[in-house]
């Protein structure tokens, strides 16, 4: 069965620092993987996906996340961080095809804290 | 862009009756649907997956008969949670996949339902 590991539950940042939220998986082929920002009591929202293609991707907000096939990871960057970036962070595995059941598999997730 | 909205947002209810809670998608048809479902700092469980026309298949431990899901139209997903009690209460979200040319498969999720069973 998949699973997505988030080893941080949370993390504390300065304004103005760079990002860093790990995110392993264990699937049996290549997964479709994302990331996803969740505000307290909001929604989630897309942050970057990645299907196939290009190993780095970039996504809204200037987030981008790099795909290591050789370590089952797709950490999630960001160059320099803003206090408004203060939220929780789900990585999510799914099956890259459709049909059938193909929700999607969260990590715990990782607060992210920005400090002043 | 696509979006997937959920309602209502907010809803309280008496323990012992039923609340319905809608998940649309505005501007592309969505054979399957997800419902999540989201405790107080923790991540989303997937609990069901609704198919349109047909019944939901529902994850391991998700009672159907708790949690009922109708997916009666391409664009609309319902799930009732009936008799809720207050451990139903939760934060209950949808979603749905994109198919169409140019989505890019993109799974879209809805402002999500905070349910509270008083």
């Known amino acids: 069965a998949q699973s997505v590991t988030q080893p941080d539950i949370h993390i504390t940042v300065s304004e103005g620092a760079s990002l860093e939220l790990r995110c392993n998986y264990s699937?049996?082929?290549?997964?479709?993987l994302f990331w996803y920002v969740q505000s307290p009591g909001q929604g989630l929202q897309l942050l970057l996906k990645?299907?196939?293609?290009?190993?780095l991707v970039q996504g809204i907000k200037g987030f981008e996340a790099e795909f290591k096939r050789s370590q089952s990871s797709f950490n999630l960057r960001k160059p320099s961080v803003h206090w408004s970036d203060a939220a929780e962070y789900f990585c999510?595995?799914?099956?890259?095809?459709?049909?059938?059941?193909?929700?999607?598999?969260f990590g715990k997730g990782t607060h992210l804290i920005i400090q002043p | 862009g696509a979006v997937v909205s959920q309602h209502p947002s907010r809803v309280i209810c008496k323990s012992g009756t039923s609340v319905k809670i809608e998940c649309r998608s505005l501007?592309?048809?969505?054979?399957?649907m997800f419902w999540y479902r989201q405790f107080p700092k923790q991540s989303l469980m997937l609990m069901a997956t609704?198919?349109?026309?047909?019944?939901?298949t529902y994850e391991q431990g998700v009672e159907k008969d708790k949690f009922l899901i109708n997916h009666a139209s391409l664009t609309l997903s319902t799930l009732t949670v009936t008799s809720a009690h207050p451990e139903d209460s939760s934060f209950y979200i949808c979603?749905?996949?994109?198919w169409g040319q140019g989505a890019g498969n993109t799974i879209y999720f809805g402002e999500g339902s905070w349910l509270t069973v008083v």
């Open positions: 979603s749905a996949r994109d």
């Open positions: 699937y049996g082929a290549t997964p479709y």
């Open positions: 990645y299907f196939s293609g290009d190993t």
């Open positions: 999510a595995v799914g099956p890259p095809s459709g049909g059938g059941a193909d929700g999607l598999t």
């Open positions: 501007d592309f048809q969505a054979t399957t």
């Open positions: 609704s198919n349109e026309g047909s019944k939901a």
